[in-house]
């Protein structure tokens, strides 16, 4: 019985090993891993779209939106823990109320000093269920809050995550968030708007 | 029959014999290397996405968002200074992180002739559109107080579409 496998057989009549030629593949190689190392994306970036807010002018006002029921919904992120605020106008059922309702709920920060972002979900989650059919939350932010802190509250409001038969799907809750400066009633807006006529004018613009 | 050491001892003298005068590299586990690699690399590889430039000193903080980056006019925002379009225009903001004016006029002034540089190629260029694009990559410490700055002043600059620029998180 033979045991080993076939050999070609020269015709000197010795056994010889069969030979692959590797130098093509190999040019591939060294071709193709240098490119691809080079484009390679080990970070990937993403874009978080955000709003700012804009005053009512005429043509808003020409095109009025049909009610949410939620004529305006604000999340405010302070130091000292999160709220969300907003005006209710239509109650669960659809139907317009006579008074408009204001809604209030507080959000302290957790023991080790975090924000309770679960729990503002479960808020917001609410009244998406509530209000399908509104979109928009106002980010009201404090000074002294970090930029991580706010993208981390902005993923918490556009968008919630669960699992379905073992996938990980995702459902948008409020996707259009505005970010805008908290404001006290005591100082008003803070910080002072300066305007950009004179900057204009030396630039050549005006 | 032949016993299997006497196999084993013509095979080596075979082995020397055919390859004498010959310098032997065994390529097989260079080969295996670069077909793990190259599958691997295949795999992560991207086609879509936008080219950025990113400061070695910004640390971005990631976000859920899977949102693909646009052609946009980016403002970078790091802890020291302000860059626009990889071009560094502010290196001192102690006095910017400090003061009350909402307004930056460096940045206000370099992201203008940008507006009004676009703006007369839209006139000349028949398939260039204007959007007012900016993307704002902020490092993750930087506090709310000195990014509304950069917000306001982009959006005086007729930059008013804004996105922020982060890292996907899985």
């Excluded at chain 2, 014999?17 to 032997?24: A, D, V």
């Excluded at chain 2, 006139?123 to 993307?135: D, H, N, Q, Y």
Aim: charged share 25%; with cysteine.
């Amino acid at each position: 019985m033979r045991s080993f496998p076939p050999r070609r057989k020269t015709f000197t009549g010795q056994m010889q090993a069969a030979d692959v030629d590797l130098t093509p593949i190999m040019c591939l190689f060294i071709i193709l891993v240098p490119l691809l190392l080079l484009t390679a994306v080990f970070e990937r970036l993403a874009a978080l779209k955000v709003g700012l807010p804009q005053a009512s002018t005429l043509e808003a006002q020409e095109k009025p939106r049909e009610p949410s029921g939620i004529v305006e919904l604000r999340v405010l992120l302070q130091e000292t823990g999160l709220s969300v605020e907003g005006t209710l106008s239509h109650d669960a059922s659809g139907k317009e109320m006579d008074l408009y309702q204001d809604i209030r709920y507080e959000v302290p920060l957790v023991d080790d000093g975090r924000y309770d972002l679960p729990n503002l979900q479960v808020i917001l989650k609410d009244l998406k269920r509530q209000y399908p059919k509104h979109e928009e939350v106002v980010l009201l932010v404090e000074d002294g809050v970090s930029y991580d802190t706010i993208v981390h509250t902005m993923d918490t409001c556009r968008e919630e995550f669960f699992l379905h038969d073992g996938e990980k799907k995702r459902n948008p809750l409020f996707p259009a968030v505005v970010l805008s400066e908290s404001f006290s009633e005591e100082k008003g807006f803070e910080g002072l708007r300066e305007g950009t006529r004179t900057i204009d004018r030396e630039l050549g613009l005006r | 029959m032949k016993s299997k050491s006497a196999w084993t001892g013509r095979s080596i003298a075979y082995h020397r014999s055919s390859l004498e005068g010959r310098s032997m590299v065994m390529l097989t586990p260079l080969v295996d290397m670069f077909t793990i690699m190259l599958i691997f690399l295949l795999m992560s590889y991207s086609t879509g996405g936008q080219m950025t430039y990113m400061a070695q000193s910004i640390l971005m903080p990631e976000s859920l968002s899977r949102e693909q980056l646009e052609p946009a006019v980016e403002i970078s925002v790091g802890t020291d200074r302000i860059y626009v379009d990889g071009v560094v225009i502010m290196d001192d903001l102690t006095e910017w992180q400090q003061t009350d004016k909402l307004l930056i006029p460096t940045l206000y002034e370099d992201l203008k002739m940008k507006a009004v540089k676009y703006k007369k190629m839209e006139e000349s260029v028949p398939l260039f559109r204007f959007t007012g694009k900016a993307t704002i990559q902020a490092d993750k410490v930087i506090p709310f107080r000195f990014l509304k700055k950069v917000l306001y002043t982009a959006d005086r600059a007729d930059f008013p579409n804004i996105s922020l620029a982060v890292f996907q998180k899985d």
